[in-house]
């Protein structure tokens, strides 16, 4: 029996490619770029199974024009990208990449908090241009860290993570949380309150909730008069959870310290407004970016693809 058909839609780290090709036959175009509609519809349309990223659109259209796909594996633990009820309705499952991106994007909202708080891309801009003429007593102020209030939107796995690291920097947990979930241990010191109320007493806030309809401007003009004019806004989620001409308008007037963002609402376009603003720093989508991370989750898309073509539970299954 020849080996059943694998749609790649964008090139991912060799171990994974390899151990791709020696289970199933596998389509995937030699560029790192995301495809065309046109050829991501071509890609899908002959395979049994496809692992796609969150810069594919999976919509009704597309899914209606692909008879043979079972499976969809999304590599990236959202899945905004993909109609999920269109695949329902067609009886393919989708899977996604959970836990094994949660500390390593933890990592990465940490990193973006301390650069934020601490100017250290405006200092690295400073020392690159030469215009650094040594060691003064008010230079680059920033932000202190520790011992100050860490409020947290979405106490999913990488909320929780990211406020286990809080404790490091001795600093108080705020949350609130719109899942089931309830953290215990370690985090029994965290202290759960509505979401006006961590917005209002937090230093930081990190977003960590999925995109969905509900979420969409989750933070816009309201939400961000309630934080402090000396707080920062971390967003590691999806862009489209920030209103990002509020939260220029509100850096911009002096009504919010700053921003770490590395997530936008229309990737890869910025707001112009965001460039302008010293006191943003700006990454392109680094939340899971290490190499053992991304490893990781294309293996975790090929367990999940094997179960599904074998007739077993997908171990990732969101539909
Ligand atoms: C995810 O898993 O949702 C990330 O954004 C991909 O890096």
């Given at each position: 029996m020849p080996p059943p058909s694998l749609y790649i839609a964008r090139l991912l780290p060799e171990p994974v490619m390899a151990a791709a090709r020696e289970q199933f036959h596998v389509t995937a175009l030699p560029e790192a770029r995301p495809p065309s509609r046109e050829t991501l519809l071509e890609g899908l349309r002959g395979a049994q199974a496809a692992i796609c990223t969150l810069t594919e659109r999976i919509d009704q259209e597309i899914l209606s024009q692909?008879?043979?796909?079972?499976v969809i594996a999304n590599?990236?633990?959202?899945?905004?990208?993909?109609v999920v009820e269109a695949a329902r309705a067609r009886g393919i499952v989708v899977t996604n990449t959970p836990d094994v991106l949660t500390e390593t994007t933890a990592d990465l909202t940490w990193a973006l908090l301390l650069a934020t708080a601490r100017r250290v891309a405006e200092g690295d801009r400073l020392v690159r241009e030469g215009a650094w003429q040594g060691w003064e007593p008010t230079q680059l102020l920033g932000a202190d860290v520790e011992g100050n209030t860490l409020g947290i939107i979405g106490m999913g796995r990488i909320g929780q993570a990211v406020a286990r690291r809080a404790s490091g920097f001795n600093m108080t947990v705020l949350y609130c949380s719109h899942g089931e979930r309830d953290p215990s241990a370690p985090g029994s010191q965290w202290q759960r309150l509505s979401q006006d109320e961590v917005l209002a007493r937090s230093d930081f806030i990190s977003l960590h909730v999925p995109l969905t309809p509900d979420t969409h401007h989750l933070i816009g003009p309201a939400e961000l008069r309630r934080m402090r004019p000396t707080a920062f806004l971390i967003n590691t989620s999806r862009g489209p959870v920030v209103d990002e001409a509020a939260l220029v308008d509100a850096i911009s007037t002096g009504r919010l310290a700053g921003a770490g963002l590395d997530v936008y609402e229309r990737e890869p376009d910025l707001h112009s407004g965001l460039l302008q603003l010293r006191q943003v720093v700006l990454l392109?989508?680094?939340?899971?970016?290490t190499l053992r991370t991304r490893v990781r989750m294309g293996m975790v898309c090929l367990e999940n693809i094997q179960a599904v073509l074998e007739g077993r539970p997908a171990p990732n299954r969101v539909v």
């Open positions: 692909t008879p043979r796909l079972r590599y990236a633990v959202g899945y905004d990208n993909i392109p989508h680094l939340g899971s970016a």
